[in-house]
């Protein structure tokens, strides 16, 4: 098999499928996910390829369209020079290895589209150096934390903290927990309380603590690089954890009272959250804070801008450990480093994505 390397514009991906019959090896969640963060993709499927028979001969819609899925035999059929296979799963080895067993694949055309998400999210458009939405600090010198379990700090976590204290000696770090936080205000937050999923807790309740008192809201198993203190001269902040979806755990800020902060979190007001121990049934926040912001202007391409007063930095920012190949690139621009341990999940290390609101 042939794998096409070093694809690192949109462009060349694109010259590469050029006249080709671009097939899919993988019809779950990471599908979408690419094709969220590659929108032109979708037009290019010709169909879809999955190892679960019970899938063979259904329809997957993505984006609005309908492919068909077939098992992998089906690529028997095709003419294998015409053919660009794209690996959509996170078992790519196991597919590679699966593949290459064949003879008649020795020719075949692949590509793993990790490095060119990498490439297009680290060549995002920052802001103008030196950069300030306003003269003076606007977000007040709090850094926000939240650690609802029984269970102390593990100290890998308490690394981070610790970090943050070091950096910031001049900032109020703030902890919340059951002493000093009403769980009970909301019931989203409340019932995934009771069912002791902590990051479902602090889905609600960071967005709660910074709309009431303002400041800048950090997840424990975030690193911080530099000073934050640029971030404090916008009105709101938060970033992109990908191209196409950002995140309030990485880090976000803004102050107090600010309506787009109180727009998510009363989102929180019409929804249930569901108890379950297969973490493919749940639904991220970064679903819902990106839906919301969408709604407000939000261009899913991984670019700063601004949307209702609140700026959106791109992934070097507070996420410079790549979602897509676990990779850490460090910039000049990086301020956090959301290590995203996924404790909550179990055995997994991603949740399904869920329907865009």
Known sequence: MN????INSIEEFFRQLKDKKCICFGAGRK??????????????????????PGLHGTDREIAGQIKKVYLPERLCTEDISTVFLILTSTYKKEMTEQLEKNAKFKELNYCEVEPLLDAMAWSAKCPAAGYRKNKTEVIPRKIHYIWFSENPVPPELQKNIDGWKRLCPDYEICLWNEKNYDVTKNPYMYKAYKNKKWSFVSDYARLDIIYQNGGIYLDTDVEMIRRPDELLYNNAFI??????????????????GFPLIGEMRDYYENIEFIDSENPDDMILCPIYETGILSRHGLKRNGNFQIVSGMSVYPVMYFNAKSLYSDR??????????????????????????????
């Open 31 to 52: 599908l979408d996910e690419i094709c969220s963060d590659i929108p032109q993709l979708v037009d290019r499927i010709a169909y879809i390829m999955d190892n679960n």
């Open 239 to 256: 970033g992109f954890e990908r191209l196409s979806t950002v995140n309030t755990g990485s880090g976000f800020g803004a102050e107090k």
């Open 328 to 357: 850490l690139k460090i910039t000049e621009e990086t301020v956090t480093v959301h290590h995203c341990s996924w404790t909550w999940a179990g055995s997994k290390s991603k949740i399904k994505t869920g329907e865009e609101i």
């Open 3 to 6: 794998r096409i390397e070093s």
